[in-house]
């Protein structure tokens, strides 16, 4: 009988392994810097391969051989099909319709998926002012679908956010086309605790998956609304050991992965 080997990763890997997954083969590929980015490339490495990243500031079909720091770093040149500007990239592409899926991140989510990147607190006096919109409403708003990927804690997933910076399916069914937007909407939140995606009908978020380690009832006391829970949720799948070793080779200092990966 052979000895069971246990595959050890960081939180880290776990929603990049995670977040990969979702990317289909053949797809335009918003994937931004951080986690969103290695995520894309490890689908590229992996069941992916004619997977297209594509960096907002124009870099098509990128292919880096660093990780890139931003968005117009000139690491995304290596291998690209073509470069192009920031203007020709959100218009002639995103605003077109012609991008697949983008990844997004948030400090705060509703039940409907709209996303706050701007403030937290009241708007006259904000305890926090954060980046804002940057492209972010721009692939909300023009993408297929969306991949969102956040931090999980109760007071980022509210009932009513502090301001909508992006928008998931606004107020329910009907929402995005009454407003001529081009995108599909969210598909997929992922968590440190969960995967949720959102029902068909009512467009408002549930359960999808739950991560090792942790419960339904988890998730449940996480969250500021009612969160649609199926009869049978599964647990999330665990990333190979091969995902993490394209992970370590695509970010081998450790940039997005930290001392971890």
């Not at 990780?67 to 690209?80: E, I, M, N």
């Not at 969102?148 to 928008?167: N, Q, V």
């Not at 598909?187 to 408002?204: A, L, N, R, S, W």
Request: glycine share 12%.
């Amino acid at each position: 009988m052979g000895v069971l080997k246990i595959v050890e990763y960081s939180k880290t890997e776990f929603l990049i392994a995670c977040a990969s997954s979702h990317v289909r083969d053949g797809e335009n590929v918003f994937g931004g810097t951080g986690m969103p980015l290695l995520a894309a490339l490890l689908a590229k490495e992996t069941h992916a391969p004619k997977s297209n990243l594509i960096s907002e500031a124009g870099f098509i079909d990128a292919r880096p051989r660093e990780v890139p720091l931003s968005v117009a770093d000139t690491r995304y040149y290596y291998g690209c099909s073509a470069a192009i500007g920031l203007i020709e990239t959100l218009g002639f592409l995103l605003q077109a319709g012609r991008i697949d899926v983008g990844f997004l991140g948030a400090a705060q989510i509703d039940e409907y998926g709209n996303l706050n990147t701007s403030y937290i607190g009241p708007y006259d006096a904000p305890k926090v002012k954060l980046p804002g919109s940057g492209g972010g409403n721009d692939i909300a708003s023009s993408a297929k679908r969306l991949i969102i990927m956040m931090a999980h804690d109760k007071r980022k997933f509210l009932k009513k956010l502090d301001y909508m910076t992006s928008p998931g399916y606004l107020d329910g069914p009907g929402a995005r086309e009454k407003w001529s937007l081009v995108g599909g909407g969210p598909e997929v939140v992922i968590t440190d605790m969960c995967q949720m995606d959102f029902d068909p009908d009512t467009k408002k978020i549930g359960l999808k998956s739950v991560h090792p380690g942790f419960t339904v009832q988890d998730i449940q006391d996480n969250v500021m609304f009612d969160l649609i829970i199926p009869d049978d949720v599964p647990t999330t799948e665990e990333p190979t050991q091969k995902q993490l070793d394209i992970m370590k080779k695509l970010d081998p200092k450790g940039i997005y992965l930290g001392k971890g990966g």
